[in-house]
């Protein structure tokens, strides 16, 4: 029979492997918990993405906002929508926020961060899993200003990581022919939020501030 110091000792060594697999792997792959950076070295990370219910086709608008072609020009069954907000991540929290698009609809978007943050733009297909969301861009970043035509009808949008210990600060502002924004968080919970639309938008004219 083993020892008493020889069972101690095993006992230790296995706690410690637990606690090296749950910090390396577990956390990283299931809940987006990356504190070492090891998820992402082995390329499991992108597991961590929130495994939430995908809205429905038309999901937050009563108007399907399908392109209609008509040479360059496409025309659209509804206004378009307008939306800015700031979004705080704590540290080595993650956060998704997308909208939803038809295919060929389009909106054009500037965000910025207080600091650099581990970043994918990317896009899910309704009905998606959590295997099939389709990447545009992964780069690091701390901001970017562009424009997007959805290949496909579905959610997108961006995935940010906090990779430091400081709370980071995201400002996010977007317009186009999108119908809703719902945003995932760690602890896979989605929550729909309102959009704007052009009613909001200050206007100007000549000789006068802001018209409210």
């Given at each position: 029979?083993?020892?008493?110091?020889?069972?101690?000792?095993?006992t230790?060594?296995?706690?410690?492997?637990?606690?090296?697999?749950?910090?390396?792997?577990?956390?990283?792959?299931?809940y987006?918990?990356?504190p070492l950076?090891?998820?992402?070295?082995?390329?499991?990370?992108?597991?961590a993405?929130?495994?939430?219910?995908?809205?429905?086709?038309?999901?937050?608008?009563?108007?399907?906002?399908?392109?209609?072609?008509?040479?360059?020009?496409?025309?659209?069954p509804?206004?378009?929508?307008?939306?800015?907000?700031?979004?705080v991540?704590?540290?080595?929290e993650f956060?998704?926020?997308?909208?939803?698009?038809?295919?060929?609809?389009?909106m054009?978007?500037?965000?910025?961060?207080?600091?650099?943050?581990?970043?994918?733009?990317h896009?899910d297909?309704?009905?998606?899993?959590?295997?099939?969301?389709q990447?545009?861009?992964?780069?690091?970043?701390?901001?970017?200003?562009?424009?997007?035509?959805?290949p496909?009808?579905?959610?997108?949008?961006?995935y940010?990581?906090?990779?430091?210990?400081?709370?980071?600060?995201?400002?996010l502002?977007?317009a186009?022919?999108?119908?809703?924004?719902?945003?995932?968080?760690i602890?896979?919970?989605r929550?729909?939020?309102q959009l704007?639309s052009?009613?909001?938008?200050?206007?100007?004219?000549?000789?006068?501030e802001?018209i409210?």
């Open positions: 029979m083993p020892s008493t110091q020889t069972l101690a000792l095993a230790a060594a296995a706690l410690m492997a637990a606690i090296v697999i749950l910090v390396t792997v577990v956390l990283p792959a299931e987006g918990i990356d950076g090891t998820g992402r070295r082995l390329g499991i990370k992108r597991n993405l929130v495994v939430a219910p995908r809205p429905a086709p038309g999901e937050g608008d009563a108007v399907t906002m399908i392109p209609v072609q008509d040479g360059p020009l496409a025309n659209y509804g206004e378009f929508r307008v939306d800015s907000r700031e979004l991540l704590g540290p080595y956060i998704e926020f997308k909208y939803r698009l038809e295919k060929g609809a389009t054009v978007f500037s965000w910025k961060a207080s600091d650099d943050v581990i970043h994918d733009f896009g297909t309704d009905g998606a899993t959590k295997d099939e969301p990447s545009y861009d992964q780069q690091p970043r701390r901001s970017a200003d562009g424009s997007f035509a959805a496909f009808a579905g959610i997108h949008g961006w940010w990581e906090n990779p430091g210990g400081n709370p980071i600060t995201i400002k502002t977007a186009g022919f999108f119908t809703s924004a719902h945003e995932f968080h602890d896979r919970s929550r729909e939020r704007g052009l009613d909001r938008v200050p206007l100007t004219s000549a000789g006068k802001s409210k």
